[in-house]
């Protein structure tokens, strides 16, 4: 069965912190992955895509790594900001379907 | 460019009624559709793929007569609750891809409806 599980549940950071969420699927045999961030009561925005033969992305402040070997990813945020409070789920593609994790929900104070 | 809508955001109906939700494709050709549910502080669960003018392949454990998909263009697909109750409340988020499967190609995610069964 292909699992996309998310480690930690949620995290409570201070502001300018750097951090790490972490991401582990059961199949490797995927197609790409990618990190989202979700707003309360809204709906997704894609922040980073990581095709199989990758090993990771860059944008701006975000960091993502794929590790295919060991069904691991995770992704980096640099110098976190209040506004980057939201829930970050990974969803790995198998073939023309996405699987979810169950998301990190992020909390960064000012 | 690679826009989704979903109309209504958000929706309240009584108990048996039926609820459908539009999902377009603004400024492409959608392939493939996806409907997706989410209940609070949960993922999002793949319900089932639509290919334009053809049926929609449902998830295991999807009622087909019960969620409704209609991929009538290449622009639209509509998912209607038929006979909603109150556990059918959630949010309902649908994607699009330009490009088949085996083609390099993200989805992209409409902004979602919430759906409230009373």
């Known amino acids: 069965k292909q699992e996309v599980t998310q480690i930690p549940a949620a995290l409570s950071v201070p502001e300018g912190e750097n951090l790490v969420l972490n991401c582990s699927f059961t199949d490797s045999a995927i197609y790409n992955l990618q990190w989202f961030r979700q707003d309360p009561g809204k709906g997704l925005t894609s922040l980073l895509l990581?095709?199989?033969?990758?090993r990771e992305q860059t944008s701006g402040r975000l960091n993502a790594s794929l590790d295919k070997s060991s069904g691991r990813s995770t992704l980096y945020i640099a110098a976190s900001q209040p506004g980057d409070s939201a829930t970050y789920l990974c969803?790995?593609?198998?073939?023309?379907?996405?699987?979810f994790g169950a998301g990190t929900i992020l909390r960064v104070k000012s | 460019g690679a826009v989704v809508s979903q109309h209504p955001s958000w929706v309240i109906c009584k108990s048996g009624t039926s609820v459908k939700i539009e999902c377009r494709s603004l400024d492409f050709q959608a392939t493939t559709m996806f409907w997706y549910r989410q209940f609070p502080k949960q993922s999002l669960m793949l319900m089932a793929t639509s290919n334009e003018g053809s049926k929609a392949t449902y998830e295991q454990g999807v009622e087909k007569d019960k969620f409704l998909i209609n991929h009538a263009s290449l622009t639209l697909s509509t998912l209607t609750v038929t006979s909603a109750h109150p556990e059918d409340s959630s949010f309902y988020i649908c994607?699009?891809?330009?490009?088949?499967?085996?083609?390099?190609?993200?989805?992209?995610f409409g902004p979602g409806t919430r759906l409230l069964v009373l």
């Open positions: 990581i095709q199989s033969s990758q």
């Open positions: 969803a790995v593609e198998y073939g023309n379907k996405l699987v």
């Open positions: 994607s699009a891809r330009r490009q088949p499967a085996g083609v390099w190609e993200t989805q992209y």
